[in-house]
């Protein structure tokens, strides 16, 4: 009646992070970080699992997870430099009950709990303000400071079977639940952005440069000529409204200040009906509706409906075919994550205040929040937009399974998605094209709004095929295809007023994709997996690196 399992699984993985452009940290700036850029992680995963048959017609199934994992010099290659790097610390536990009650001899019931509690501590190693050299490096501190997240889920389901002749019914519930306890004094230290653009052009002794005409001649810096230029002219002992007028000086300066810690608790509900209906041994057809529902917004009219089918057309004598003809259409919703509700309230105006300064005069000095605060400076604060939908997608596909010879099967399906309300941020409140001022007041406003959308197909190709009971090899291509003009939730547009240059390749617009492997046994005992993965490029963006709009995106 009762079986009893201890799992315990220890690993250490050391992978050698590749920092770009050390050498320019080092110009630039002193360093007080390890020798060593190698990020040594550290897992733990321990389990205990316990089966119980209560009765004949009920058992019961308990498992408690524990995991710990550490991760040293975080956050560092590509453009960020090992003064970047930050420590984290990871807890959780995870506690599963699950009953299965056998109602009678066609219905089955099964009820599932699960509790969850996660632990994240974040250290940076150097404690000073971040540098950002846009698109040339990342240097200075960690904006992540010390911070820590700590989040209790729990998610209750009940789920009944019955089955009855050719009739296969599904319904039930799930209830989830999550608290979560944020400590997050992120950039509080300040963040100094050097962007290119227009300059005076200098002579050998760091003189404008003046055409036959008179006229002062410029020419354009890259962010990383004008954060040089900035170096130069400071140890020259010009001043901060010198380097300004030639071209030196940061672009953007942003800085939080106020109450590290913020407090989210969120629910939602799930509903859901499914009907398989076996018309005859060569035809199955599928129906099913869901409804869904949560906290912290106002859209509940998360209706989904479903419907499948399989018909296999050579089937005979009530026996399947080789060929099987599948299709399906439904809506899939997007729940609205906890952390963005998180954000809204950490930066409402009051908890938490977020100053920009556009082209800072004072770098690398790093003002106080008060003295940011008595300039009257502009903050930026964010909002959820209070008709707010819910994202959502509607998929439908179609496709064609083969038994081949030689013990093959072939599958190759199409599938559509078109997804609406998907989550974008905009700045409602940055200056009007035409006049330059702004709609309300002069803080930055960032709503949270679902106005996007995103079409995408795939043609998808599985081969699976075992010459014999010692090798069995597989593969899988697929290609595809996707537009956007709304990539996430933190994606802004490049112009807050005009979202119609927005629609191109998503981030998601992968072309191809192939997977091939397989499985050979060996003498003695040993197993050969030969494993092949090949992705085409993901689209990227060429951005001007300079904020043209006053938006305080820098695209």
């Known amino acids: 009646k009762t079986s009893f399992f201890v799992d315990l699984e220890r690993r250490e993985i050391d992978d050698n992070a590749v920092v770009n452009a050390t050498t320019l940290d080092s110009l630039f ?129 009940n789920m009944t079977s019955i089955v009855k002749g050719a009739h296969t019914v599904k319904f039930g519930a799930r209830l989830r639940g999550s608290d979560l306890s944020d400590h997050s004094p992120d950039n509080f230290l300040g963040t100094f952005t050097f962007a290119g653009g227009l300059a005076p052009v200098l002579d050998a002794l760091s003189q404008p440069v003046y055409g036959a005409d008179g006229q002062l001649s410029l020419a354009q810096l890259t962010s990383l000529e004008r954060y040089q230029r900035t170096l130069m002219l400071g140890s020259l002992g010009y001043s901060l409204e010198q380097i300004r007028a030639l071209g030196g000086g940061a672009n953007q300066f942003s800085l939080n200040a106020g109450i590290p810690n913020a407090t989210v608790r969120q629910y939602d509900v799930g509903l859901f009906l499914t009907h398989d209906w076996r018309v005859r041994p060569s035809l199955t057809l599928g129906f099913g509706l869901r409804y869904e529902n949560q906290t ?58 977020q100053y920009i300064v556009a082209n800072p005069d004072f770098y690398p000095v790093v003002p106080t929040a008060s003295e940011l605060a008595a300039s009257a400076v502009p903050q930026a604060m964010y909002r959820i937009d209070g008709g707010l939908r819910v994202p959502y997608m509607f998929q439908s596909s179609l496709g064609v399974e083969r038994s081949l010879p030689g013990r093959s099967t072939l599958a190759v399906n199409w599938v559509r998605s078109r997804s609406l309300n998907v989550l974008r941020t905009r700045n409602i409140n940055a200056p009007l094209p035409e006049s330059g001022a702004r709609p309300y007041g002069t803080e930055n406003l960032f709503l949270y709004e679902a106005t996007g959308r995103m079409d995408q197909n795939q043609l998808i190709a599985n081969l699976s095929t075992r010459f014999n009971r010692h090798v069995m090899l597989f593969g899988f291509y697929a290609y595809g295809h996707a537009n956007s003009d709304a990539d996430r939730g933190a994606s802004l547009p490049a112009n807050q007023y005009d979202l119609s240059g927005e629609w191109g390749r998503s981030q998601m617009d992968v072309r191809h994709r192939i997977v091939m492997g397989g499985n050979v046994s060996a003498p003695w005992g040993l197993s050969l997996n030969p494993f092949l993965m090949y992705r085409s490029g993901m689209p990227f963006n060429i951005t001007t690196g300079r904020d043209n709009n006053g938006d305080t995106v820098f695209n």
């Not at 994992?69 to 009950?97: K, M, T």
């Not at 399947?320 to 906890?338: H, L, M, N, W």
């Open 296 to 353: 912290n917004i106002q859209d509940s009219t998360n209706f989904a409906p479903r419907a499948s089918l399989a018909w296999s057309p050579d089937s005979r004598n009530g026996r399947t075919g080789k060929t099987v003809i599948r299709a399906g259409a439904g809506i899939f919703y997007d729940r609205f994550s906890e952390s963005y509700t998180l954000q809204a309230l950490r930066f409402n105006g009051t908890a938490q205040r």
């Open 29 to 157: 700036q002193p360093l007080s970080v390890r020798e060593a850029y190698v990020t040594p992680q550290r897992r733990t995963n321990a389990s205990v699992r316990l089966d119980y048959q209560l009765n004949p017609a009920n058992t019961l199934v308990g498992r408690f997870d524990v995991l710990r994992a550490s991760a040293r010099n975080n956050g560092i290659g590509q453009f960020a430099l090992p003064s970047r790097a930050y420590d984290s610390v990871s807890n959780g536990e995870i506690f599963q009950l699950t009953e299965t009650a056998t109602l009678s001899p066609s219905a089955i019931n099964e009820t599932r709990f699960e509790y969850e509690r996660t632990r994240q501590d974040q250290t940076a190693l150097t404690l000073e303000p971040a540098l950002n050299v846009l698109d040339s490096f990342q240097s200075g501190g960690s904006t992540q400071g010390l911070s820590s997240n700590r989040r209790q889920g729990i998610e209750l389901q």
